[in-house]
């Protein structure tokens, strides 16, 4: 069966500075997904970037990036440079390759970055 | 990508009424999901619903309380029947386009039950 465990529920730190999120999952397939997910304080629910367990490079968009360990089954998210307006929830999430359909969260960690 | 328009954005509803939840895609989609979030708490798929067939429930969900209907491409409804007070959550739908691998979500139903 297929797991996401967000070990971290609150993180917080100044701004310009780098975090790190970590992120374990657990699946039998060897062909999987894995994505991280903000939600607002709106509520709303925003895709940031996606690994695909094939891909041997860590996956970058703007100033978001991956640390994928497939050894460790661990992708953590890098944010650099944080803003204010990076607070938010950020989810873990994870596809197996053998099942299009079903996608499962973390429990999220609580980014506050602070001025 | 494919953008999702969900209606209404929040509704309280009494005890015992039911509550029809709208979903809209910008472009004809295969699969149509519904998630629910409680307060400070993960996303849970309850179903998967895809045109012309029965949705697929996930463990803990069922159609008689959870009717998902999928008429066409584009559309979805998620009906909350007998509402009670502990199914006051957040309800997403969420889809991923033709080529994407990853999942989009519409803006949330917040449902309050009194």
């Known amino acids: 069966a297929q797991k996401v465990t967000q070990t971290q529920t609150s993180i917080s730190v100044m701004e310009k500075t780098t975090v790190t999120m970590d992120c374990v999952y657990e699946?039998?397939?060897?062909?999987?997904?894995l994505f991280w997910y903000k939600q607002t304080a709106s509520g709303e629910i925003v895709f940031l970037i996606r690994?695909?367990?094939?891909?041997?490079e860590n996956a970058t968009v703007g100033h978001y990036s991956l640390n994928f360990q497939k050894p460790k089954s661990s992708i953590g998210l890098i944010i650099t440079a944080t803003q204010i307006e990076d607070s938010a929830v950020y989810f873990c999430a994870m596809r197996e390759g053998t099942n299009a359909y079903k996608v499962i969260f973390g429990k999220g960690t609580h980014l506050h970055v602070l001025p | 990508s494919v953008l999702l328009y969900q209606k209404p954005n929040r509704d309280i509803c009494q005890s015992g009424t039911s509550l029809k939840i709208q979903c809209v895609a910008d472009s004809q989609v295969v699969s149509m999901f519904w998630y629910q979030q409680f307060q400070e708490q993960s996303l849970m798929l309850m179903a998967t619903?895809?045109?012309?067939?029965?949705?697929?429930?996930e463990s803990g969900f069922t159609k008689d309380k959870f009717p998902i209907s999928r008429p066409n491409l584009t559309f979805s409804t998620l009906t909350v029947n007998n509402a009670r007070p502990g199914d006051s959550s957040i309800y997403f739908c969420?889809?991923?386009?033709?080529?994407?691998?990853?999942?989009?979500f519409g803006k949330g139903t917040r449902l309050t039950v009194v």
């Open positions: 690994q695909d367990s094939y891909k041997k």
């Open positions: 699946t039998q397939d060897s062909s999987y997904f």
């Open positions: 969420s889809s991923r386009g033709g080529f994407d691998t990853e999942v989009f």
């Open positions: 619903a895809n045109e012309g067939s029965e949705a697929t429930y």
